[in-house]
């Protein structure tokens, strides 16, 4: 019997129509790989110069031009193109070229078509080009493991997801070991020019990279990557250099089409809030541009947050002559609240369901956390500069860690210079649940970075959500809403007059809306009283089984399901923006480096219009940095661009809360983005945040 079995698979394995249904290889797969992006009015002519443009400026810090003078004074340059080139021209484009590239940190869907954009245009301008690529990220630089990329490699990759072509990972050159050894590498792999996919943190990287090798003759270029859309760049003046990184816009896309299916869901089965975090270490881009997409009923940002200001309390404050601080910024606590009355109020309208996005960064904008993650990167930090072992091999776990904390607040008692943790943070800390303790205790990145996407954020805000949800169901303030019709027809059905009864049970019968059981009525034994009270049923009686079903039916369950979006749209195939964006950029670099560029990063001008505006430039990494806090120590890095809540964006995300709120009878107002269609005609053709920032430029 088994061989049989067997010998029978081993044919359907064989028959071709099944070996088509199970191969890898599927009509996506082959039209991904065929398709070319179209390019940039500029690489239509055959050979490309840079001009300096003069009219954008930053604002530079001082340290900057201490530690990379030798890339400071670059400017922002134009890529032109011409049909006639100069004998130089001609020369510097066709000279032949060795350049190696690697992917910098998390993935982000397109990685694959700078590398296509930059083998293609390097094969053109000279076939004797070699393009190699670095393996498993920065390490492959430092250990000096490569791979040449051909033809055939970069074919089977073309428009594909994920950072598989050459892996990628997270270490960042930063000591000096590091730096000589890379170094040594380019010299080995008689490199011309290094290229840098990554994020602000890898970007930072580039440029110590490009400063350093620059008397080597060996030119740095970055490339503006990552999901989290924090790498946008502006001139002093305001004027857009690099509206968004790129694998915002199909990790935004990807998780919206998967949000959306949980609005629908949501709405068809009424039971459940799905909570959804969103990935976006520290800003909240990706979590606005879900809004936008999805229009779910709530989405928090991080950065208005941080905005809030309790104007209560700071008039209270300025009348006793005083300020008071905590009016200031957002407490998790309060934050639970205002969370708790969305869904009290969509509870009142009949909607005890709903969704709300929660970006995975939100609590580096809450006061008392932000407070714990700079303290404890400090403690970390020092501990792990002044020890042999680090802290975590120091202290493995969460007691000892505890522990440790409990020494430095005795410290603190004694030695009143002693201020990073003292005797009130240690409580505080002792207050919150242990998951949470050991999530803001885990290891840092090797960035020095806080890695939210570890810590379980939704747990931590709907854990409080939770606990003051009984508590407005104890008040008798959180109730489902009764449709009156329904409550009409049931007792009407039972022969009681629901005119009679109305009154007696609902806090609102005379308006015409969703009805409210009244906030006296918490169980069956206040409804008893209540209708005892008002003379609707006598002692002995019962409660009438329809006044019973319509009382038990405003008795709210509070049921919810989690879910995390990160990996999975960090892992999908790229949108057509993110296609033709990053093909692009390859052909960008490649320019750069034909014309002698070191220490700019590839970019594309006017993303946010139509592609037939695109307009690529290099971007001056250097004066972009500033300096921030890493591992205890003030260091040079990329700056962060977080959400702008003076942007179109946020404040029509703002002003239509209320809407997408639906806390009101009638349809919520969901929209359905969609899954990424990349040959479809439907497919969008850049992110709703983009388009709406450029409607204000006009
Ligand atoms: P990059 O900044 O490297 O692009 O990575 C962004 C990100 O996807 C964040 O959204 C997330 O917090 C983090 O990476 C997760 O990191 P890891 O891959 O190390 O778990």
Avoid at 151 to 171: A, P
Avoid at 298 to 308: C, H, Q, S, V
Avoid at 342 to 360: S, T, W
Avoid at 668 to 683: A, L, N, Q, V
């Amino acid at each position: 019997m088994p061989e049989n079995k067997s010998i029978a698979i081993d044919e359907l394995l064989n028959n071709p129509e099944i070996q088509k249904a199970t191969s890898k290889v599927n009509q996506e797969l082959l039209e991904r790989r065929e398709y070319r992006p179209p390019v940039c009015d500029v690489f239509k002519k055959p050979y490309t110069f840079l001009e300096d443009l003069d009219e954008y400026s930053f604002d530079i810090d001082r340290e900057t031009k201490n530690q990379l003078p030798g890339i400071i004074d670059n400017k922002v340059q134009a890529i032109r193109s011409t049909d006639s080139p100069s004998e130089s021209i001609k020369e510097q484009s066709s000279k032949p070229r060795r350049i190696g590239i690697v992917f910098s940190g998390g993935p982000a869907p397109g990685g694959h078509n700078v590398i296509s954009g930059l083998f293609d245009a390097a094969k053109k301008a000279n076939p004797d080009n070699k393009i190699f690529g670095f393996i498993l990220g920065p390490d492959g630089i430092i250990k000096n493991e490569s791979m040449e990329l051909t033809q055939d490699i970069v074919d089977r990759y073309r428009n594909l997801g994920g950072f598989t072509m050459i892996k990628t990972g997270r270490t960042k050159i930063d000591t000096n070991e590091e730096m000589l050894l890379s170094k040594q590498t380019c010299k080995k792999l008689k490199l011309d020019a290094l290229v840098i996919v990554g994020g602000d943190d890898s970007n930072t990287n580039a440029a110590f990279l490009a400063q350093e090798m620059k008397n080597d003759g060996v030119q740095v270029i970055g490339v503006p990557k990552t999901i989290d859309g924090d790498i946008q760049v502006k001139g002093a003046k305001g004027k857009v250099l690099c509206a968004m990184s790129f694998g915002f816009h199909t990790a935004a896309r990807s998780f919206s089409k998967d949000i959306s299916n949980l609005c629908t869901d949501s709405s068809s089965d009424v039971k459940y809030w799905h909570i959804c975090k969103v990935m976006g270490r520290v800003a909240s881009h990706l979590a606005l541009e879900v809004a936008l997409q999805t229009h779910a009923n709530m989405t928090l940002i991080g950065e208005d947050l941080a905005d809030y200001v309790d104007k209560r309390r700071v008039e209270k404050a300025e009348k006793q002559g005083t300020i008071d601080y905590t009016a200031y910024g957002m407490t998790l606590r309060h934050l639970s609240r205002l969370i708790c009355d969305g869904i009290v109020r969509r509870a009142a309208a009949g909607k005890n369901f709903g969704v709300l996005v929660i970006p995975e960064g939100v609590l580096e904008f809450i006061n008392e956390i932000q407070i714990f993650i700079t303290k404890l990167n400090v403690i970390i930090a020092e501990y792990n500069n002044t020890h042999d072992k680090t802290f975590h091999k120091g202290f493995p776990s969460l007691e000892d860690k505890l522990g440790y904390l409990r020494r430095l607040s005795r410290q603190s008692r004694e030695d009143k210079n002693f201020a990073v943790w003292n005797t009130r943070d240690d409580d505080l800390f002792n207050d919150i649940p242990e998951f949470f303790q050991e999530g803001l205790l885990m290891e840092r990145d090797s960035h020095g970075n806080f890695q939210f996407s570890q810590v379980e954020t939704d747990k931590i805000i709907m854990g409080l959500v939770t606990d003051y949800l009984t508590i407005l169901k104890e008040k008798g303030q959180y109730k489902i809403g009764i449709e009156r019709e329904f409550y009409r027809q049931t007792l009407e059905h039972d022969g009681l007059d629901p005119d009679f009864y109305g009154p007696v049970l609902f806090r609102n019968y005379d308006k015409n809306s969703y009805l409210l059981v009244k906030e006296s009525i918490m169980s069956e034994k206040t409804l008893r009283q209540e209708l005892l009270k008002e003379n609707a049923i006598q002692k002995k009686e019962k409660i009438p089984e329809a006044v019973a079903a319509i009382y038990k039916k405003s008795v709210p369950k509070f049921k919810t399901q989690l879910h995390f979006y990160g990996y999975d749209g960090r892992g999908s195939d790229p949108s057509r923006f993110d296609c033709n964006y990053t093909y692009n950029l390859g052909l960008t670099v490649f320019s750069l480096i034909a014309n002698g560029a070191t220490g700019q990063m590839a970019a594309i001008k006017n993303l946010e219009y139509d592609f037939s505006d695109w307009k690529p430039i290099g971007i001056p990494i250097a004066p972009l940095m500033r300096l921030e806090e890493r591992k205890g120590k003030l260091t040079l890095v990329l700056e962060k661009s977080i959400v702008d809540t003076e942007s179109i964006a946020f404040k029509v995300v703002k002003a239509l809360r209320e809407k997408w709120l639906a806390a009101e009878s009638g349809d919520d107002d969901y929209r359905r983005p969609g899954p990424i269609r990349f040959t479809g005609s439907s497919e969008e053709d850049k992110p709703i945040t983009l388009q709406l920032n450029a409607i204000a430029k006009r």
